[in-house]
């Protein structure tokens, strides 16, 4: 078997990051090991799965300080899934998470455009398949 376990996502500071998924959206704090002086092993995962994790990485050089908040070039980057679209999306919407749409219905769901504090591109997405 194989999987994707964890996906990057470069970040302006751990604790600002950590602070952002756990309180607006529901994410879990899986680890946060320190490794040295600057760099830290953290990884958050939604809430109520551990299938594929999200690993904070600190910008470490100008080159990387670069792609936070745009990492997929304006697209969007990431898609959370959920089994209850208006819970999480009222719950997110109450906790000031900048969303740049209204929520639609697609025929594959109900799906919304949010961005993470950096600017990321998510979708927050029930599907009906």
Do not use: C
Not at 3 to 18: C, H, N, Q, S
């Amino acid at each position: 078997m194989r999987k994707i376990g964890a996906i990057t996502l470069v970040v302006k500071d751990y604790d600002e990051a950590i602070q952002f998924y756990i309180e607006k959206l529901n994410f879990k704090l899986i680890e946060d090991t320190k490794l040295d002086d600057q760099k830290r092993w953290v990884v958050i995962s939604p809430s109520g799965t551990n299938e594929t994790n999200i690993l904070l990485a600190q910008a470490a050089s100008s080159e990387q300080e670069q792609a936070i908040g745009n990492q997929t070039g304006g697209r969007v980057f990431l898609f959370l899934h959920t089994d209850d679209f208006w819970k999480d999306y009222n719950h997110m919407k109450s906790k000031g998470v900048s969303f740049l749409e209204e929520p639609r219905e697609e025929v594959y769901g109900i799906v919304v455009v949010f961005e993470d504090l950096y600017g990321n591109k998510w979708d927050l997405i029930e599907t009906t398949r």
